[in-house]
C-alpha cells in the first residue's frame, strides 16, 4: 500500500526539541522531494519546509517562521523523512503532515500522511 | 512571499448546488497551484494541480481554471461528500503557501 506514516509527536515545553519521523511505503521513496506541512488547531495549512532528491544534492527549504529552528533530513535506505525540531515555541502546536512532491519539478502535494500533533506547552 | 487570497473563507450550499471558490494571488504564478479538499480531522487530498488538472480518481463535478493571479475550483452539483474545507496553495516560488481556506457547509 502506497503510504506515509508520522510519527514522533507530543508533548514538549517550550524551548525543547522534538524529532518527528515520516515512514514511507508502496513508492520509491528516494525518486520524490519531500515536504512538510503543519496545521495548528482549528487554523489553515502551513507549509514548513522541503527537502529535495539526491539528484538535486538533498537541497532544502524552510518556511521563515522556522528557519534555524526546525531541520529536515532523509534516509533514502530507510524510505523515511525527518524534521529536527529545535527551540519550540507555543505557535508551533500543530498535527504534522509529512507529504509527497508530485510531479518534476514538483506541482503538487500528492501523498499525505495521517499527521502527527506536537503540543508546545509548559 | 507570495500571498494568496480565498473567496468566501464560508459558503453555506445544498445539494445539488453549483459551487465556485477563488483564489487570488498576491503576484503571478503561471499555473503553479494545487487545490485540496480536507474533511474534520482527515489530512488534505489533492484535487486539481497546475490548476486545471483534474487528479486520478477525483469525480469529474470538480474542476479548476485560472492562470495568473485568478483562479477558480467549482464544483458543478454538490454531493453530500463534498462538504468540506477547500485549499489552494501555489507552488511557484518558495516560500510555497496556502490559501486561507473555504468552508463548505449544508445550508
Known amino acids: 500500500e502506497v503510504q506515509l506514516v508520522e510519527s514522533g509527536g507530543g508533548l514538549v515545553q517550550p524551548g525543547g526539541s522534538l524529532r518527528l519521523s515520516c515512514a514511507a511505503s508502496?513508492?520509491?521513496?528516494?525518486?520524490?522531494?519531500m515536504d512538510w506541512v503543519r496545521q495548528a488547531p482549528g487554523k489553515g495549512l502551513e507549509w514548513v519546509g522541503r527537502?529535495?532528491?539526491?539528484?538535486?544534492?538533498?537541497?532544502?527549504e524552510y518556511a521563515a517562521s522556522v528557519e534555524g529552528r526546525f531541520t529536515i533530513s532523509r534516509d533514502d535506505s530507510k524510505s523515511s523523512l525527518y524534521l529536527h525540531m529545535h527551540s519550540l515555541k507555543t505557535e508551533d502546536t500543530a498535527v504534522y503532515y509529512c507529504?509527497?512532491?508530485?510531479?518534476?519539478?514538483?506541482?503538487?502535494?500528492?501523498?499525505w500522511g495521517r499527521g502527527t500533533l506536537v503540543t508546545v506547552s509548559s | 512571499d507570495i500571498q494568496l487570497t480565498q473567496s468566501p473563507s464560508f459558503l453555506s450550499a445544498s445539494v445539488g448546488d453549483r459551487v465556485t471558490i477563488t483564489c487570488r494571488a498576491s503576484?503571478?504564478?503561471?499555473?503553479?497551484l494545487a487545490w485540496y479538499q480536507q474533511k474534520p480531522g482527515k489530512a488534505p487530498n489533492l484535487l486539481i494541480y497546475?490548476?486545471?488538472t483534474l487528479q486520478s480518481g477525483v469525480p469529474s463535478r470538480f474542476s479548476g481554471s485560472g492562470s495568473g493571479t485568478d483562479f477558480t475550483l467549482t464544483i458543478s452539483s454538490l454531493q453530500p461528500e463534498d462538504f468540506a474545507t477547500y485549499y489552494c496553495?501555489?507552488?511557484?516560488?518558495?516560500?510555497?503557501?496556502f490559501g486561507g481556506g473555504t468552508k463548505v457547509e449544508i445550508k
Open positions: 508502496g513508492f520509491i521513496f528516494s525518486d520524490h522531494f
Open positions: 497546475a490548476a486545471s
Open positions: 527537502i529535495r532528491k539526491k539528484a538535486n544534492i538533498y537541497t532544502t
Open positions: 503576484q503571478g504564478i503561471s499555473s503553479f
Open positions: 496553495q501555489h507552488l511557484n516560488s518558495y516560500p510555497l503557501t
Open positions: 507529504t509527497r512532491g508530485g510531479g518534476s519539478p514538483p506541482w503538487y502535494f500528492d501523498l
